[in-house]
């Protein structure tokens, strides 16, 4: 299985500041079809997980434009441009390129 | 308004079965693949199943091959996942997730139902 690893696991950011999550995998996440298939999901305390990206850098529907994906390859960042309270809780990165998909560690976004 | 809502979870015991079941609303199930992901307590999320649109494709992690079986209702709007020979490291929330068919991803996730392994 691939290897997604995401840092930090903890990320203590302070209201209206920029912060930025890194996933690395361990393997290209280019998929033969020309696509990269690496998406991003937000879970709120007490919540199911949401999508906020996916194929690397599209926003869903009704996610802030705060929120941006990058990346390329082996290496991608998720970057929220000014932290929101409402942003607290876990985010995880999963890659669908390769069989099975498989999810970052996750990491805890919270409020200084 | 596209709804998943999971149910038939609870407690058991070690070696025992459930069967989850999801039911799909606000869209047409028999257009999608559709997953299980799991998330044991305090942990992150562990893709488990998925099953195609007309049930002939079924992918299993390793971990649940041969104790878990997905299947699907397209008349019904309903996804299962019958558990068996249920493990203390089973125990966890399950989410029922639809494919965004085309993009390699899960664009709706359910609430979740817990399912508790222990004796």
């Known amino acids: 299985d691939v290897v997604v690893t995401q840092s930090p696991l903890s990320l203590p950011v302070t209201l209206g500041q920029p912060a930025s999550i890194s996933c690395r995998s361990g393997q290209s996440l280019a998929h033969s079809d020309g696509n990269t298939y690496l998406s991003w999901f937000q879970q709120r305390p007490g919540q199911s997980p949401r999508r906020l990206i996916y194929?690397?850098?599209d926003r869903d529907s009704g996610v802030p434009d705060r929120f941006s994906g990058s990346g390329s390859g082996t290496e991608f960042t998720l970057r929220i441009s000014r932290v929101e309270a409402e942003d607290v809780g876990f985010y995880y990165c999963?890659?669908?390129?390769?069989?099975?998909?498989?999810f970052g560690q996750g990491t805890k976004v919270e409020i200084k | 308004e596209v709804q998943l809502v999971e149910s038939g979870g609870g407690l058991v015991q070690p070696g025992g079965s459930l069967r989850l079941s999801c039911v799909a609303s606000g869209f047409t199930l028999r257009n999608h693949w559709m997953h299980w992901v799991r998330q044991a307590p305090g942990k992150g999320l562990v893709w488990v199943s998925r099953?195609?649109?007309?049930?002939?494709?079924?992918h299993y992690a390793e971990s649940v091959k041969g104790r878990f079986t997905i299947s699907r209702d397209n008349a019904k709007n309903t996804l299962y996942l019958q558990m068996n020979s249920l493990r203390g490291e089973d125990t966890g929330i399950y989410y029922c997730?639809?494919?965004?068919?085309?993009?390699?991803?899960?664009?709706?996730w359910g609430q979740g139902i817990l399912v508790t392994v222990s004796s």
């Open positions: 099953i195609n649109e007309d049930s002939r494709k079924t």
């Open positions: 999963m890659q669908g390129t390769h069989w099975p998909w498989t």
């Open positions: 997730g639809r494919d965004h068919g085309g993009y390699n991803s899960i664009d709706q």
């Open positions: 194929r690397v850098s």
